[in-house]
């Protein structure tokens, strides 16, 4: 239920549009004021011996991560031979797609047959995770791409705005292949983190592991630091279709 009582204010009204709020019925950890430095000169002001206070984490960011499948593993050297195969055929160099940088690209991977089997998998795992989120995944908008990433390739920061989710399967992740990195959504920190380490989360997936993650996420992918390069299957999960 709405709540126009919100502790960081009760003079002003709630937002009807907004649906997550903090009512003060929620707060539940009862700190003595002698021992909390910054509360108490308000306890002085207003009087009180005692205020209730929790912290409230209140815009985080949610990411999924699913290991990998072991049925699906006994396929994904098949997959990556296959996909080096069309790759031969089509005698395409690797070149640049929007973010990507040296990699050659399939696009509608999950319209492919011979991919069914990802398909199917990722199916699942988007539908827990729309669950999780407490949307529909029936009837989206829904895209995806293989890219297999020359040994120099990588992805420019970016992010899959308008969608709602985004997600990335791996078919081949070799030793020292570059890692999708995930970036710290609040600019402001970087006032405090001068470390541009510090605002990055290197995501260190195996193979056949699915990471998922809000489609405004920005990321990147580092270029390999190995031998070989990366194949992975990314996906987008948009809109509901009329
Ligand atoms: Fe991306």
């Not at 903090?22 to 002698?34: C, D, F, K, Q």
């Not at 609040?186 to 489609?215: C, D, K, M, Y």
Request: glycine share 6%; proline share 6%; with cysteine.
């Amino acid at each position: 239920m709405r709540s126009t009582n919100c502790w960081w204010s009760s003079s002003t009204p709630a937002r009807s549009d907004q649906t997550t709020q903090i009512a003060t019925s929620e707060l539940r950890v009862i700190m003595p004021l002698e021992n909390q430095g910054l509360f108490c000169g308000r306890s002085e002001v207003m009087g009180m011996a005692a205020i209730e206070g929790k912290e409230v984490a209140l815009f985080p960011t949610r990411v999924w991560l699913f290991q990998p499948d072991e049925k699906l593993n006994t396929s994904l050297d098949r997959i990556q031979d296959l996909l080096l195969i069309w790759l031969a055929e089509e005698k395409l160099d690797p070149q640049s797609w929007r973010s990507a940088r040296g990699c050659w690209r399939l696009e509608n991977a999950h319209l492919k047959p011979e991919l069914k089997e990802i398909t199917e998998h990722l199916k699942i795992i988007i539908k827990k995770v729309c669950q999780a989120c407490g949307i529909s995944s029936d009837r989206r908008e829904f895209g995806s791409w293989i890219d297999v990433m020359d040994t120099w390739g990588s992805h420019v920061c970016h992010h899959h705005a308008p969608n709602v989710l985004s997600g990335v399967f791996y078919i081949a992740k070799p030793e020292g292949a570059g890692n999708l990195i995930l970036r710290d959504p609040r600019p402001a920190r970087s006032w405090h983190e001068p470390s541009a380490q510090a605002l990055e989360i290197p995501v260190e997936a195996a193979p056949g592991s699915t990471i998922i993650f809000p489609a405004w996420l920005e990321h990147y992918v580092e270029a390999s630091a190995g031998n070989e390069g990366r194949i992975a299957l990314s996906f987008n999960v948009g809109a509901e279709l009329k």
